[in-house]
């Protein structure tokens, strides 16, 4: 009786491998994996050359303001600085009727690359003859 050899050689009917496949899956996994974790070094500026914490910043601050009225409307000229252990800081000032304690004024500053920050925001009540009280409220 003959003997037959049957192979799966040259087959193209036979089950193969599939490497497009599997090159399919690793870079679909891979590609946003990747992504992900640029967005996260943007974010805490890994990417830019500077590092910024996660936690608390470490910082020294001081804050000044002049007010500058006509009549019952005026503005505040507010100047400051800030040293520490970041190289970009977010610093909130609010302004204080000194005699009420009610808020005449409230600006954010971004301070970037220098130490120093300064600007004019308007007071948004009458300002009472004893003056005004500034005072940082929040850095980021």
């Known amino acids: 009786m003959p003997t037959h050899e049957w192979t799966m050689a040259g087959d193209d009917y036979g089950s193969r491998s599939?490497?497009?496949?599997?090159t399919f899956m690793v870079l679909a996994v891979a590609l946003p994996v990747l992504l992900g974790l640029l967005v996260v070094l943007y974010l805490v500026g890994g990417l830019d050359g500077t590092t910024r914490s996660l936690g608390p910043k470490n910082y020294s601050a001081h804050v000044e303001c002049q007010v500058n009225s006509a009549g019952s409307q005026g503005?505040?000229?507010?100047?400051?600085?800030?040293?520490?252990?970041?190289?970009?800081?977010?610093?909130?000032?609010?302004?204080?009727?000194?005699a009420s304690h009610q808020r005449i004024g409230l600006q954010t500053f971004e301070v970037r690359g220098t130490n120093a920050f300064e600007g004019t925001t308007a007071a948004q009540a009458p300002i009472g003859p004893s003056g005004i009280e500034c005072k940082i409220t929040k850095v980021v």
Do not use: W
Not at 75 to 83: H, K, Q
Not at 84 to 96: I, K, M, P
């Open 18 to 22: 599939r490497p497009r496949r599997k």
């Open 75 to 98: 503005t505040v000229t507010v100047s400051g600085t800030i040293t520490g252990d970041a190289t970009r800081y977010s610093v909130t000032v609010e302004v204080l009727d000194a």
